[in-house]
């Protein structure tokens, strides 16, 4: 294996001169023809990627994932704009001439072919030996625990396992890198979170740099090491999972990102310690950022970040009053909407999660339906939003 | 069950008594042997009444006898009153096994009147007890002298390898057994069955040398006008139609060895439903001026030579175009060969009963190789 | 093969039918696009007889023979009918091809059905016999029923086109039917039944609405087997001539014109209703 | 119990037509084919496997050549059907449709009438030829028309749709993203092609291939109308024994023979790859 | 509308006597006869579904929750056992003439009929008038605001919108009880969760008895007003949500339901507070019952009950030190693996959620990968499992 297996997001040890990023994109833009109208699917992306990084992008149906990828892998050509991959421009190289591979979301395994001898399929282009074909093939299925179905073929599998075998097949060319496009869009809830740790898993054993495409963002968080958050065909946010969810650079990030309350308001005041914001419905909250006065700001909280309290919290704390309107039991937490504000017309309804950590009688006595509550969480919670 | 029954032979007068006159005939020949007015037919039905439904559903002698034969057979009608055949195998199998009705001469005195001298005593059925004349026609040699530059004499010029994969010969047993009969120089009313070997062998001959382009059923005129084939063996009608209406320039001979005459007969099956309308029919088309309207189209020798002095007459009553075309048809030895061509014209090889199947596969043999 | 080697590069749906007009440019041999080149000379050579047949029904013949061009004239088309027994000929084709088409359409759909929605005993032997009977060679199920016909007396003629035709077309009916039966959500019947249908009025209502495509297409093919067939035809037709058979013997004679003009009255029926499928298809799917 | 009954109930009218007019006849021919007799005299059963000799050994050169003629019909639609339905199912876009609907059109033109006029177009001086000689591009006795390749030929021609559709079908149906899978892991497009394309793609093949090889192999209309002498082909001796010579029993015979040879091929076949999934590509 | 629009749970009020429950089972059993092999699906039930109840089947593939409901629906008779509508024996009677309605997971909506017909189709069968049958199907397409797709073909809806044709569908004819198989399964996590709501709505607002099969127990969890988990053809456990998660009857149910910490261990010594266990690892945990010295113990803790603390807790606390071996960060909170006990071969590994109200970089502080920490959680929190 000639990956690196040290921690994700640092380069190679040992390198006399910082080495050249796994993947880079340089000014890639791809725009599709089909008549006479012309579509930019990418609109200008400039990205590294680092060897051994579980890398994500992430964003909405349609924002250019796929295209991105495939470009990478060779199946697209760049409008304009260079692929690198260890710094050497493959821009003009074709698929089977690039070091990386795919696993496509159909898996589009070779329905014709054993188990085996898919993932012995890439070997053999390459004119890998015999004998040290069948010991990596054999070696790999270990890896996924398929070492027994190797003879079968794949429609005689489940949806997780030939999942696992286009992972195989893939890596046991030893790419310099892995592209997954949606890989576990497939999968029922419980598969996929299976298949969610067994990928993370075997990334982490392998080494290699992982691109990881979904939509699906719980996922990206738990999974990556750096998310690129797409839209439209540019990346709107590039850092940490933590980063994106915890510091969104745009409102588009804020409102794709996990459960995100949305308050608006005006910089009402301004003290050493922040800003108080009047908020449309009257009542006042501080934030730690200092604004002039009559800013109107757009604020979000975290559901996490609130709590729920029938006793009036304390000052240092931003804090409002609602009524409860809806609460939703999920075993572990519950979920609570309340209504800040006078009526439902002018007021804005706030999510609050609160983990079940009490007793659950103790719970529900705090926030019945329609109980009158107390929300507050520290003004370095409001996250202010960039207009 | 296939059964084969021999029909009782019936004698004139038990066959005819009781049948009565129907309104309606169904009569079966071949496509386009009258013109597609149905000019005659509708003549006989303003003259009698009686309708006639006409069908143009012989198209290969062979196989329509082959269909009707299982129906003659059992006894059943066969859907048809009157039918053409031609002279050959398969009318004297039908004569043989009494599928056909005798006709009553006495009914027919048009026939009687106006039928040719050549007619009247023929081999394959004497006396024309169960059969009519419909037309004849010549079986020789046709050649388009686009492409062949010398003329056409004989039949051993059907073995020219010049002429290699440029000749046609026909695909019924009859037709090419007689060419082969008398391309070695046998007469074929007296060959025997080592004359056909012979024959046979000469054609594979010819077929093996590449000589043959193609063994035609009956679409030899479109091939030889356009040129696939330059010379084949061909019906006089056929050529003369080709020359007089598409205007082009095909020549038939009949060969110094000799050629073959073929009669179209009209006949009535025992099992006919209408066999005094088809007689009246048969009789009808007797009529000199009616022969000579149907000659008119179909170009083949009429059975009634009266024809030829109406034909003329209309020619000498007509102008321009039409004239032409009547005076050329009049004069033409295609559609009324000279005394001296019908000396050399051969009937089919004569087969006794039995022979039949000999006979055949010996020719199938060269022709569905 | 050339074209066999031209693998798409483009997205599966293939939307990209001409060249990106992107800022690279491809080499010129790769512009070309080689399998277009040949399925376009694979449909040349198939349309190169038909043109013949078109362009011939407008040939002003002097003589029998439509063999070489003499000028162009509509007037067969006038006279499309003047032939009687063509004209009888066609009208038998066609009178068997519909009542092919509503008998082997019936018969076959049932058996679709059965086959498509139950399990029974005899299954495997149904699937085998049809699938012989789709396999097996036209000369030999003419030979066959001939055969048949012979031995139990049977007259051959239209009755007997008529059961040889709706016997040849039944299993392609029946497969067509089945495979719409088998993609067919079984839940959908269970669904009339859960809002008060009972088993008669889910049938009319809900399965046969849904099949009725599968029917059509299936009784569209068998009409489209039965009057373009020749050989089976041939052999038990009796003193029946169909319109194939009418050709067959006119060829000695010379084919007329208005053969030609049939022929291409057909095709421009076929080509109408093939086109109104194809666009009904479209709005289905839009 | 009603419902138990229902798909026998279903399945009877069928069942019935195809046990009558199918399977008795082919019955009724093996017991015709064991007659001695003529239609004069009638036939009589009398198991005489005579007939089969007879058949075998005076027609096995058709048979043999109908086989023969069938097979290279079939290759050459196979050549032909598979790059167009190749490209069709990748490259057909939004005309895909629109291309499989010209590939048929053809069809609609009655079976003898499209030989007829193949016959026309073939002739030595016609458009194609004729042509081609004018401009020298061929000698001028060149001739096609009535040799043993005009049969093919026609025989290709004709049953060309046959191969299209269920190539197309299977080419339709594959996840086209196979095909980059395959480049992706290093395959050059003739290795993508001969390894994952092909090899998915055979059973619409040998589909194809059975459904053109069979009416091929027993077609004689073809052979018929664009053959010269020394091509006649086994479906001719078979019509002239039935229609025109009344020889029932050796009729019988031969085409019991041809029937053995194919069946022997399909139930082979069927055998490798399941009847159901044959008539399903079939039914596309 | 006939049905009670009352809370849940409680029966139609002003009744005389007690009313029957909507559906009853009554010793009902399903076996499948499949040539010579039988098969039993349901191994006998016992339920009774009051009128206006939400009640869900929960249990894993294959338990017999489909099997279930089309006993229910009459499109399977019961080999044993009585099926009772509103105390009606319906057991022999055709799906037709029943008056419940069924959504099914695949909707099976009718392709050839618009919207509006699909949804009048009941009606019509069951010869309602004309105007009536117009009114109410207009109602019922307002209700689940499909009012203006009424014309179009259920081909030119959206996932979403089809469930809610199907659904409407089923209610307009204002059945007994409506039976809902897997109604969500078909549609992605969004639409999933937006369509919970609304069918939680839809069934508030109309009162109609809806029994819900889900093996999702988020779904079930949230919906639900009563659960019934399924294993094996039989019933497990029957109570509310909370009951259902916080006192799981038996160890099928805590496992299958959310996740749970199964901690063995045997009882050291009675207190009067409780029982001291000596776990497996050797550390000591305490719990609130009390059992006999040496008897062994199954007890589970769920994770949102457990603290997770760099200093000793509290000791009235149960408390066990442990080894942090792996995080994951999930936006909303984070999921802590801890190792207790020496090794990981002997040891136990517990899993912790933590809801992210601090600040990121303090959460991470507490508790980065292979640090020590404590975790602790309220003895009542320790529930022990029959065993
Ligand atoms: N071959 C093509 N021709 C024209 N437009 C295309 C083509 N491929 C993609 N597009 C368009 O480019 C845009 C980006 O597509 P892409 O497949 O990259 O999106 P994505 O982010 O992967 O979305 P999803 O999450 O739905 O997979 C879309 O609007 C798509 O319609
Ligand atoms: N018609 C049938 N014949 C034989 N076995 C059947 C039949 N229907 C269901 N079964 C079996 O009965 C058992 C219960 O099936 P059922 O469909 O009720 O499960 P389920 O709980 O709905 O599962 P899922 O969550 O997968 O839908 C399964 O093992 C299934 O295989
Ligand atoms: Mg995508
Ligand atoms: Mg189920």
């Not at chain 1, 924002?63 to 409008?79: Q, S």
């Not at chain 3, 009255?265 to 799917?285: C, D, E, T």
């Not at chain 4, 009603?2 to 093996?30: H, I």
């Not at chain 4, 196979?178 to 480049?183: G, L, M, Q, S």
Request: hydrophobic share 45%; proline share 5%; aromatic share 10%.
């Amino acid at each position: 294996m000639t990956a690196t297996t040290e921690a994700p997001a640092t380069t190679a040890a040992g390198m006399p001169s910082a080495p050249a990023p796994a993947i880079s994109l340089a000014g890639v833009t791809k725009t599709f023809q089909s008549g006479r109208e012309s579509f930019t699917a990418v609109g200008g992306l400039d990205l590294d990627i680092q060897a051994g990084e579980f890398f994500s992008l992430l964003g909405p149906s349609g924002c250019g994932k796929t295209t991105t990828m495939r470009m990478i892998a060779g199946f697209e050509e760049p409008t304009t704009g260079v692929v690198r991959l260890d710094g050497t421009d493959v821009t003009d190289v074709a698929p089977n001439h690039r070091d990386v591979n795919m696993v496509f979301q159909s898996y589009a395994l070779f329905p014709h072919l054993s188990v085996a001898d898919n993932v012995a399929f890439g070997l053999k282009r390459k004119r890998v030996g015999k004998a040290e074909t069948d010991r990596r093939v054999t070696e790999m299925l270990e890896l996924v625990e398929l070492g027994d179905q190797a003879k079968r073929k794949p429609s005689q599998l489940s949806g997780g396992q030939r999942q696992r075998v286009a992972l195989a097949r893939a890596l046991v060319n030893q790419p310099r890198a892995l592209l997954l496009d949606e890989p576990l869009a497939a999968l029922d809830l419980k598969l996929r979170q299976a298949m969610q740790m067994e990928l993370k898993r075997i990334q982490r054993d392998i080494g290699i740099t992982f691109i990881y495409v979904t939509h699906d963002q719980g996922e990206a968080l738990t999974m990556s090491d750096r998310i690129a958050v797409m839209n439209g065909g540019y990346v709107e946010q590039l850092g940490t999972p933590a980063e994106i969810y915890e510091r969104p650079a745009t409102r588009f990030v804020a409102e794709f990102i996990g459960t995100s309350n949305l308050l608006t308001g005006t910089a009402a005041a301004t003290t050493s310690e922040g800003t108080d914001v009047r908020l449309d419905c009257g009542q006042h909250v501080r934030i730690a950022e200092r604004l002039s006065e009559g800013t109107s700001v757009d604020i979000t909280v975290r559901p996490e970040k609130i709590q729920l309290s029938t006793e009036p919290p304390d000052a240092s704390m931003s804090r409002v009053r609602g009524t409860v309107t809806d609460t939703v039991y999920l075993g572990s937490s519950t979920h609570y909407t309340v209504l800040i504000g006078s009526d439902t017309a002018t007021g804005t309804e706030i999510v609050v999660f609160q983990q079940n950590d009490r007793d659950l009688s103790a719970a529900d006595a705090i926030a019945g339906r329609g109980s009158e509550v107390w929300l507050s969480w520290r003004p370095t919670h409001s996250y202010l939003l960039p207009s | 069950g296939v059964s084969g029954k021999q029909q009782e032979a019936v004698a004139d007068d038990d066959f005819w008594q009781g049948k009565k006159e129907t309104g309606n005939v169904r009569f079966a020949n071949w496509p386009l042997y009258i013109d597609s007015k149905r000019t005659q037919l509708k003549q006989f039905t303003k003259a009698t009444g009686i309708t006639v439904d006409y069908k143009e559903d012989v198209q290969d002698i062979a196989a329509f006898a082959g269909k009707l034969q299982p129906q003659l057979a059992n006894g059943d009608s066969t859907g048809y009153d009157m039918f053409v055949l031609t002279n050959g195998i398969e009318l004297a199998r039908f004569l043989a096994l009494g599928y056909l009705a005798p006709l009553d001469h006495e009914r027919m005195p048009n026939f009687t009147a106006n039928i040719g001298e050549a007619y009247r005593n023929n081999s394959y059925d004497p006396g024309n007890k169960h059969t009519a004349p419909y037309a004849s026609g010549i079986t020789g040699i046709a050649y388009n002298p686009k492409y062949v530059d010398r003329e056409i004499t004989s039949i051993a010029d059907l073995w020219d390898p010049k002429f290699k994969g440029k000749v046609g010969m026909m695909s019924d047993p009859q037709e090419i057994a007689n060419f082969g009969l008398l391309a070695g120089g046998v007469n074929p009313a007296e060959s025997t069955e080592q004359d056909w070997q012979a024959a046979a062998d000469k054609l594979r001959q010819q077929r093996d040398d590449g000589i043959v382009r193609s063994y035609y059923a009956q679409d030899f005129v479109q091939p030889l006008t356009n040129g696939d084939v330059w010379l084949t063996m061909a019906w006089s009608g056929d050529i003369y139609q080709q020359n007089a209406e598409a205007g082009t320039d095909l020549r038939f001979v009949v060969p110094e060895e000799g050629a073959t005459i073929w009669t179209d007969v009209m006949c009535v099956p025992t099992t006919s439903e209408a066999p005094v309308d088809a007689l009246k029919l048969i009789d009808f088309l007797y009529q000199p001026d009616i022969a000579a309207g149907l000659t008119e189209y179909i170009t083949y020798i009429p059975p009634v030579p009266k024809a030829q002095d109406i034909l003329r007459e209309q020619a000498q009553d007509a102008s321009g175009k039409a004239r032409a075309e009547l005076e050329r048809l009049v004069e033409s030895p295609l559609v009324f060969p000279s005394e001296e061509d019908y000396s050399r014209l051969h009937n089919y090889v004569a087969l006794e009963p039995g022979k039949e199947k000999a006979f055949t596969s010996v020719f199938h043999a060269v022709t569905q190789a | 093969m050339t074209s066999g080697l031209d693998m798409p590069t483009s997205t599966p749906s293939g939307v990209t039918d001409g060249d990106p007009e992107g800022v690279r440019t491809t080499p010129w041999h790769r512009r070309i696009d080689w399998g277009k080149w040949f399925t376009w000379g694979v449909l040349a050579w198939l349309f190169t007889p038909i043109t013949f047949m078109i362009a011939f029904s407008f040939n002003d013949i002097q003589g029998r023979h439509n063999v070489t061009w003499e000028g162009f004239t509509l007037k067969w088309y006038g006279q499309a009918f003047d032939h009687a027994d063509l004209t009888q000929a066609l009208l038998y084709t066609l009178a068997i091809g519909v009542l092919t088409m509503v008998i082997a359409g019936t018969i076959g759909s049932l058996l679709g059905l059965a086959l498509g929605r139950h399990r029974f005993r005899g299954q495997g032997t149904t699937n085998l016999v049809m699938f012989a009977a789709i396999c097996a060679p036209e000369v030999v199920l003419g030979a066959a029923l001939l055969s048949l016909f012979l031995l139990v007396g049977i007259a051959t003629g239209f009755l007997a086109i008529l059961l040889a035709h709706v016997m040849f077309t039944i299993s392609f009916v029946a497969i067509t039917v089945r495979a719409r039966v088998i993609t067919l959500d079984p839940n959908l019947e269970e669904a009339a039944r859960d809002l008060g249908a009972g088993p008669w009025t889910t049938f009319r209502l809900v399965t046969l609405p849904m099949l009725l495509p599968a029917i059509m297409a299936g009784g569209l093919l068998a009409f489209a087997l039965s009057i373009d067939d020749y050989i089976i035809t041939s052999f038990v037709a009796g003193d029946v001539t169909t319109f194939p058979l009418w050709i067959w013997g006119a060829t000695r004679v010379g084919i007329p014109p208005q053969v030609n003009v049939m022929g291409t009255l057909i095709l421009a029926v076929g080509v109408a209703l093939a086109v109104i499928n194809v666009i009904m298809a479209k709005r289905r799917r839009s | 119990m009603r419902r138990k009954l229902t798909p026998y109930l279903l399945a009877l009218p069928g069942w019935a037509w195809l046990a009558l007019f199918f399977v008795v006849p082919l019955a009724g021919m093996v017991s015709l084919s064991l007659t001695s007799g003529n239609v004069i005299t009638g036939f009589e059963q009398t198991f005489n496997v005579g007939n089969y000799v007879d058949a075998i050994s005076t027609y096995s050169e058709q048979l043999f050549r109908s086989l023969l003629y069938g097979l290279g019909a079939t290759l050459i639609c196979v050549a032909i059907g598979y790059p167009a339905a190749y490209w069709i199912a990748f490259h057909g876009g939004k005309h895909k449709s629109t291309y499989l609907l010209l590939i048929l059109l053809p069809f609609f033109v009655s079976f003898v009438l499209r030989t007829i006029s193949w016959k026309f177009t073939l002739s030595d001086n016609g458009v194609v030829l004729g042509t081609l000689k004018s401009i020298g591009l061929l000698p001028d006795d060149f001739g096609v028309l009535n040799t043993a390749p005009a049969v093919v030929l026609g025989l290709a021609y004709n049953f060309l749709p046959f191969i299209v559709l269920p190539i197309y079908a299977v080419l339709e149906r594959m996840d086209h993203r196979v095909v980059e899978a395959a480049h992706d892991l290093y395959a050059s497009k003739l290795q993508a092609f001969l390894r994952v394309v092909l090899p998915i793609s055979l059973p619409g093949v040998f589909a194809g291939g059975l459904m053109t090889f069979i009416p091929t192999t027993a077609d004689y209309v073809n052979a018929s109308v664009l053959g010269g002498p020394g091509n006649t082909m086994i479906g001719s001796i078979i019509k002239t024994q039935y229609l025109v010579n009344n020889d029932y029993p050796i009729a019988a015979a031969i085409t019991f023979v041809l029937m053995a040879v194919l069946l022997l091929g399909i139930f082979t076949y069927a055998r490798a790859l399941g009847t159901e999934r044959v008539m399903e590509v079939q039914a596309k």
